[in-house]
Structures are given as structure tokens and as C-alpha cells.
């Protein structure tokens, strides 16, 4: 095994060394050769339940592979959305510098990504790796950092909070782990405060109408959405005729926290978008028959805002009979 090893590491850096002119062992040519040996070592080693980690850094700028379980390189480079500073790096043309060296806009982090086949050689990936950091970023690979790391397989990774160095990158570095990121994607830049139920719509409307749809196709069942912002709900379930969905705002006898909030004003608007006193539950509830989702997610969303006064400050949360997000 290690000699089957060190043949193809040899082989791989003869590969891509030899085709230059003769040139002194300097920095960079460390640095490149440690990458390939870096990656090489991470499409070889397998680890039960990990993925390895290849990154080459220069301060803020990155580029950073994981192996995936099918052992195709996932690659990807520090962008503006993380780190704002960049725009400064990235211009225009640098950007259209790494479009024309294959790599593309991914919106979940604001990253540039590639991914390389399982079958790709490991002089090939880390050739990419050094283009990205030398002719988009601008850095210079006798500058910069090589590490090789292994983290625990998970489809969303966590990753280098705002603020950080490197924010964006995956790692589970513990001296990151407060400020670190455990989601797939970054939440939506929320507009504070928002004006009016339309605002809200604007941010979450179409999230809304998917879950109210999945109410209707599944009618019959106990299945539920609620939204809450933190300070007064409005949870809808599906009923036993899909052209029906019934709906509840939280009341006062419900959570007593809600008695300074839920003035006279504010029940009046909810009594003039059709929600009935409590009675039937705890809450004011309505039923929709025959409304299309996108309508039902507008007033309810309207109901959140003009009601329970939610500007969107905070996060909406989801929550269903299965999760919270």
C-alpha cells in the first residue's frame, strides 16, 4: 500500500513539475508540492463516517476541497457574502477569470464552487486550487497555508462564522465553535423593520404557500405548520376536504405573555380577517375554504405583522409535526 503510495505521488508530481523550466526548490514550489501530497493523501485515506478536508489559504482568501462519499473533490473559494472585504479582491474581471476556470456562484454561502469527478488526478485538483488563489484571489501560493484535515460526514457541515478569517470554510475547529454556522445555507437577509405583511410576504410568501400546498395534498392527515416569530403564532392544519385549511393566531388564554400585546386594536384586526373569539380552541381560529395558498399565506403572514406587531427582526420559525427550522 505505501509503496503503491509514494509511486503515485511521484508520478503525479512529475506530471505536473517537469513541463516547467528548471527552477530553484524555492517556497512555492514546496507549497505545490505538499498540495498535490494533500490531496493524493485525502482521495486515497478513507476514514469510516469522514470526509477529508484539502485547503490552501492566504488570509481571507481560500480555496478549500472536501472528498464526498461518491469521492468526487467538492471545491470551493471564499466569496463576498461571508466576507465582504473581498470585494475588493474579486473584481469584475477576477470573477470572470474563475467563471472561464470552471467554477461557478453557489447562493447557500456565497462561495465559488467545483466539483471534480471521483476519477480526477490529484495533480488536476490541486492545480485548480493554485490557479483560483494565484490568478482570482491575487495571493501567492509561497504564502500561503496548506492543511489537510478529516470532519465528520454531514450534508451540511459546519463552518467558519461571520467575522472570522476564513469565514465560510468548513471546519469543527473548537475555538471556532461559537460563532461556527450548522446549517446548509445562510438564513435571508431580512429587511428591519418590515413596513407591512407585505414585506414579510416578500421574504417568506413563497416558503408559506409551499407548506399551506402540502396541507392540501395531504388532507386527512394530522399534519400542521405553524409560523412563529417568538411572540404570538399562527399555526394552520389540513382538515378532512382538501379545499378546506384551518387556522388558529394565538390568544391571550393560550399564553398570558399575549395581554399586553393583544390590545383591543389588535383583536379587532384579527376579528376583520375572519378570525373567530376562542372557543372552539384556545385561540382565534378560522377556517379557509376554497382559497388559493398564496392568499391564505398573505393574510397570514398580514396577521403575524399587524396583530403580534413582527417586523422581522428576528427569524420566522417553522415548525411542523416532524421539525423546526
Do not use: F
Given at each position: 500500500m505505501f509503496e503503491y503510495l509514494a509511486r503515485f505521488l511521484i508520478a503525479a508530481l512529475l506530471a505536473?513539475?517537469?513541463?516547467?523550466?528548471?527552477?530553484?526548490?524555492?517556497?512555492?514550489?514546496?507549497?505545490?508540492?505538499?498540495?498535490?501530497?494533500?490531496?493524493?493523501?485525502?482521495?486515497?485515506?478513507?476514514?469510516?463516517?469522514?470526509?477529508?478536508?484539502?485547503?490552501?489559504?492566504?488570509?481571507?482568501?481560500?480555496?478549500?476541497?472536501?472528498?464526498?462519499?461518491?469521492?468526487?473533490?467538492?471545491?470551493?473559494?471564499?466569496?463576498?457574502?461571508?466576507?465582504?472585504?473581498?470585494?475588493?479582491?474579486?473584481?469584475?474581471?477576477?470573477?470572470?477569470?474563475?467563471?472561464?476556470?470552471g467554477w461557478h456562484l453557489d447562493p447557500s454561502f456565497g462561495n465559488y464552487v467545483r466539483t471534480f469527478p471521483p476519477d480526477t488526478s490529484s495533480v488536476e485538483v490541486a492545480r485548480s486550487m493554485v490557479e483560483v488563489l494565484e490568478e482570482a484571489y491575487g495571493a501567492e501560493l509561497a504564502d500561503a497555508s496548506i492543511e489537510s484535515d478529516w470532519i465528520r460526514s454531514d450534508p451540511c457541515p459546519p463552518r467558519a462564522g461571520p467575522g472570522q478569517t476564513r469565514a465560510g470554510m468548513i471546519t469543527d475547529s473548537p475555538k471556532l465553535a461559537k460563532t461556527a454556522i450548522h446549517a446548509c445555507s445562510l438564513p435571508p437577509k431580512l429587511p428591519v423593520p418590515a413596513r407591512s405583511g407585505d414585506d414579510l410576504f416578500a421574504i417568506y410568501g413563497?416558503?408559506?404557500?409551499?407548506?399551506?400546498?402540502?396541507?392540501?395534498?395531504?388532507?386527512?392527515?394530522?399534519?400542521?405548520?405553524?409560523?412563529?416569530?417568538?411572540?404570538?403564532y399562527v399555526q394552520c392544519a389540513a382538515q378532512s376536504d382538501p379545499s378546506k385549511i384551518y387556522c388558529e393566531a394565538q390568544s391571550a388564554d393560550s399564553w398570558e405573555g399575549l395581554r399586553n400585546v393583544l390590545t383591543a386594536e389588535r383583536v379587532t384586526r384579527l376579528h376583520a380577517a375572519g378570525f373567530s373569539e376562542p372557543g372552539r380552541s384556545p385561540n382565534y381560529w378560522k377556517v379557509y375554504e376554497d382559497q388559493l395558498p398564496d392568499v391564505i399565506a398573505h393574510e397570514v403572514l398580514g396577521v403575524l405583522h399587524d396583530v403580534y406587531g413582527y417586523d422581522g427582526s428576528t427569524r420566522l420559525r417553522f415548525k411542523t409535526e416532524k421539525s423546526e427550522d
Open positions: 505536473w513539475i517537469l513541463p516547467e523550466t528548471a527552477q530553484t526548490q524555492d517556497q512555492r514550489d514546496d507549497n505545490r508540492i505538499l498540495l498535490v501530497a494533500a490531496v493524493a493523501n485525502a482521495m486515497i485515506l478513507d476514514r469510516p463516517y469522514q470526509d477529508a478536508l484539502v485547503s490552501a489559504s492566504d488570509g481571507t482568501k481560500y480555496v478549500q476541497c472536501r472528498r464526498m462519499p461518491n469521492r468526487a473533490m467538492h471545491c470551493e473559494s471564499a466569496g463576498t457574502l461571508m466576507q465582504p472585504s473581498l470585494a475588493r479582491v474579486l473584481t469584475q474581471e477576477r470573477i470572470a477569470r474563475l467563471i472561464a476556470l413563497l416558503r408559506v404557500i409551499g407548506e399551506l400546498q402540502r396541507l392540501q395534498v395531504n388532507y386527512g392527515r394530522s399534519i400542521y405548520i405553524m409560523l412563529d416569530p417568538g411572540l404570538g
